[in-house]
């Protein structure tokens, strides 16, 4: 019995929901030591302090509002779908003897596609065929979705979803807004972080309430980390009009 390894990689989509459920309890946690525990007690104390809370709960909202409505943009959105029986329409005149074009699953695969006279000939942009369908030029099968997404950039297992054509932008400005998220959320929780070490040796505070303000940090801290090489290696991949795939 034949086994269709692509199909097996379909499976690894319920790693993605798991992962939008990490990205819940993450922003749970640092909502509840941001919010609850650090700044949202010092709007009562009045003066400076209960106006810099204000500012800093206000910029906190705005931003977790913003990378909410770009997260779900770049799971919902359909990264990009290549219409049935797609084809050029001078498939003659821009693909004639390119050979080398053709990817390497349409080339040897006996695969014919229709030309413009009726006559079956070679697929003028390319054949997947897993889709059995054309594929036009920087466009990609995906194991995962088990279907050709227009200008793919990856299959990110964050979002459950491809990062195309149609739902990029989406996805930079995710990467942008969480960046500012984690490194706001770590620059605000870094006094408190810093007296984590004195107040659990004195126990003048919950262990509960330490714990929590702790890995929040962490957490943040390590996102914006690494978010900022993100942001860096697709800025370039923008400006050079190149995407993932085609860089590796």
Not at 13 to 41: C, D, N, Q, R
Not at 122 to 127: A, E, I, K, Y
Not at 145 to 170: E, I, P, S, T
Request: with cysteine.
């Amino acid at each position: 019995m034949d086994i269709n390894l692509f199909k097996l990689c379909s499976g690894l989509k319920f790693l993605g929901y798991l992962m939008i459920l990490l990205v819940l309890a993450i922003v749970a946690v640092s909502y509840y030591a941001v919010v609850v525990l650090t700044w949202a007690p010092r709007l009562l104390r009045g003066g400076l302090s209960s106006f810099l809370a204000f500012l800093v709960l206000l910029l906190f909202h705005l931003l977790l509002l913003l990378l909410s409505w770009s997260y779900f943009m770049v799971v919902l959105r359909d990264p990009g779908s290549v219409p049935e029986n797609w084809r050029p329409v001078r498939d003659e005149e821009n693909f004639e003897g390119d050979a080398s074009y053709l990817p390497h699953e349409a080339s040897g695969s006996g695969s014919t596609w229709p030309s413009s006279n009726g006559s079956e000939g070679r697929p003028p942009s390319g054949f997947c065929i897993r889709c059995q369908n054309g594929k036009p030029p920087r466009c990609h099968h995906c194991s995962i979705c088990q279907r050709c997404v227009l200008k793919m950039d990856h299959h990110c297992v964050w979002v459950v979803n491809c990062v195309g054509a149609c739902n990029y932008k989406f996805f930079l400005l995710f990467l942008l807004y969480t960046f500012l998220e984690t490194t706001m959320d770590t620059l605000v929780l870094l006094p408190s972080f810093i007296n984590f070490f004195s107040e659990a040796k004195d126990h003048s505070n919950s262990p509960g309430k330490l714990a929590v303000i702790f890995v929040a940090f962490v957490l943040n801290l390590a996102f914006a980390l690494s978010l900022l090489c993100f942001l860096v290696m697709h800025g370039s991949l923008v400006f050079s009009n190149t995407t993932s795939i085609e860089e590796c």
